[in-house]
């Protein structure tokens, strides 16, 4: 069940895994999608000693995903309807949120690059100022920022090599790979709670969304109270 709010800071560089339950729904597929962000560091020995098939047999669902490990190419996360958490052979993930997929789609591992696929979610994340960004540009100009990048395919891949990421990737044509860094905080939002997902053929994680920057003195949303708890861990996983 999803209602838990959820805010972190100092997300930039923490390391994180997601684990996807892949359901089935009449013709359509269900994908719920768990998380370690905010409850530990996804530890390599452990991240690594997870079997989808055997979890997948465990939870009596057809298919387990296993994505990671990831990093945060963002500063600042706030989840407004965060769901329960579940320990995976002893790692403990909570569930970020569900959506259907169609049946010819597989996640997260085999999704097309440059693939927009739309995902339920109530979340905010945001760009620090004078942070660094980086963004894909569609032809019609729509910007992907990326939100998380991904050692996966290529575990040498850092916040640092970002900057050159552009010389590497196979880019459709016409479409562009922009670094820089925002003059203000850039909040990125869902558009009526769906996030509209990207990833390039390194797993890299981009999305397209509304951004805006908060008013001089507008207040974003209130943590709940176990928000103190949540920054405390992101502040130790990112040597804050």
Known sequence: MLGESVHAVGLRDSRYGEIVLITNEGNRRKAAVYSTAGLNDCPEGHWRSLDAQRLARDLDVPEVRLDGPRFWAADELALYAAGQTMCFDGLDARLLGETFIPSSTN????????????????????????????????????????????RAIDDSLSSGSLITLGNRLHLPEGWKYRVGSPGSDLVLRPVAGEAHILRDELGNTYMRTTVSAPAAGEPRRHENASAAAVNAAFGALSGR
């Open 107 to 150: 996640l997260p591992d085999d999704t097309v690059a440059y693939c927009d696929l739309v995902v339920g979610r109530e979340a905010e994340w945001v760009i620090s100022k004078g942070r660094p960004q980086s963004k894909l540009v569609s032809p019609c100009g729509e910007a992907y920022y990326m939100l998380a990048y991904s």
